[in-house]
């Protein structure tokens, strides 16, 4: 059979980011690598209940079709999430989406043609270059610091790409490097978004998980000219397994954003809104969201102590004051791979950097995560990987 395929479709099967998780996933293997929250924090019993409340007093509304834009009862609650957020609106600027992964899918499917430019941060989440990459997108990188997104490095990449559709960013303990745009870089970007008239895309899945420095305003809170589009999610504050994420954009988006999303899948799951709904109000999310809080500050604690015990000297790594990831740098490192293969020997999983970037990768560069890694293996698991890059260090890569 041949297949005559979209352009959409990858064009080969290899999926290095599948591989890795599935080694990962061996119990010998110690996992620095999936993006995963602990699960012993998940509040099983306390949607039991709330599913239970939902089926017996509205069991035939959450098994029905419902609208496109999401369970109102759910909108509201994601309304008063956003006040955190430094967002005031109402439930008719906001859509409950499969996931925020959705929210990214519906996003590029409404502004990108083949070939359309978008500007994203060196490095940046993976699946959102996946996305993107299948519909077609042209990447344009821009550097980052310590302090985010480099405000002149997009400016250049807008003088130089003016029919660019969007700016593409996590703003807040970002994915993969954990790091944060300070508040004069947000207001800038607004600012150049406004001046080069570009939509931004702001992503936040990770900005509620904060153990040091000052909660920073979103950049749609500081957005007066509707060119920022965000988009959160339940995923790492409760769980992932729900589905639901949010979009808050202008009334005349929100429209495109409901078409869209009946053609995609009708609307998100309603039982799971319901539920959802249900939850946040019988219980305080803010409490959960401080016992999430600390349990990974505990853990970063310990894998930063680790790290500066154990590994190389000239070894660079972010300092990540939230979220869930940090980013590691090698020197004189020419493949990322080959710092996975040498920490794989010793049964430790990180993610090699290359999938983050939409061109060229910095070689010598990897993800770890501490979120999904009990205490008890993070100092040896760490110490495996020092010598893994001891190794890779004194054996320049040939590949
Ligand atoms: C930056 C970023 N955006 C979006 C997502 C997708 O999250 P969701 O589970 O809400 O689809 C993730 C998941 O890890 C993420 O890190």
Redesign the pocket.
Known sequence: MNYKFSNRVPKTDNDPVGDILKAAADPKVTSFAG?LPAPELFPVKQVKAAADKVLDEKGAAALQYSSAQGVPELRNVVCKRLEVEGIHTTADHVMIAT????S?DLTAKMFLDEGSAVIVEDPT?L??VDVFRSYGAHFVGVDMDEDGMKMDSLEEALKNNPDARLIYT?PTFQ?PTGRTMTMERRKKLVELADKYDVMVLE?N??GAIRWEGENLPSLKSLDKTGHVIYMG???KIFS?GL?I?WVVAEPKLMKKYTMMKQSADLHTDSFSQYVCAQYFTDNDINEHVKKITALYHKREQLMMEAIDKYFPKGVSHSYPEGGMFLWVTVPGVKSSQQLFDAAMKRNVAVVPGDPFYGNQPEPGTFRMNYSNTPEDGIVDGVKQLAEALDEVMSEPATK
């Open positions: 993006g996931g925020s992964q959705q990214i989440y699946t959102a996590v994915n992503d899945p990770y999610t339940m995923s992932p589905r994420g």
